[in-house]
């Protein structure tokens, strides 16, 4: 079983940057990593993810170049790097694991076995 917890989110201005972790209680290194989000009266969408090894990522196309996924196995927690933040970046960032396919940084949320309670990110205009 696998426990997955966000923090580093906030209030910050448009223009801001934000940095979130996720820690994991349980092994992760053999796990895909993901972070969604949900807004508000939306549906949870795909931000980034990251391979078990770290090689290979994926970003939503929505926020590419203002994002950067990492992860440290070590640590058991993968990060991301928030830049540019935009008011429509307000939303629940969540954490995510899936132990299949895990060479492959899944954008699909379905995928993903494990979640974490999510941090909220509020940009304000």
């Known amino acids: 079983q696998v426990q997955l917890v966000e923090s580093g989110g906030g209030l910050v201005q448009a223009g801001g940057s934000l940095s979130l972790s996720c820690a994991a209680a349980?092994?992760?290194?053999?796990?895909?990593l993901g972070w969604f989000r949900q807004a508000p009266g939306k549906e949870r969408e795909f931000v980034a993810a990251?391979?078990?090894?770290?090689?290979?990522?994926d970003y939503a196309d929505s926020m590419k170049g203002r994002l950067s996924i990492s992860r440290v196995n070590a640590k058991r927690s993968v990060y991301l790097q928030m830049n540019s933040l935009k008011p429509e970046d307000t939303a629940v960032y969540y954490c995510?694991?899936?132990?299949?396919?895990?060479?492959?940084?899944?954008?699909?949320?379905?995928?993903?076995?494990?979640w974490g309670q999510g941090t909220q990110v509020t940009v304000s205009s």
């Open positions: 349980g092994g992760i290194s053999s796990y895909a």
């Open positions: 990251i391979a078990w090894s770290g090689r290979n990522t």
């Open positions: 995510a694991g899936k132990g299949r396919s895990s060479w492959y940084p899944s954008p699909n949320r379905d995928e993903y076995d494990y």
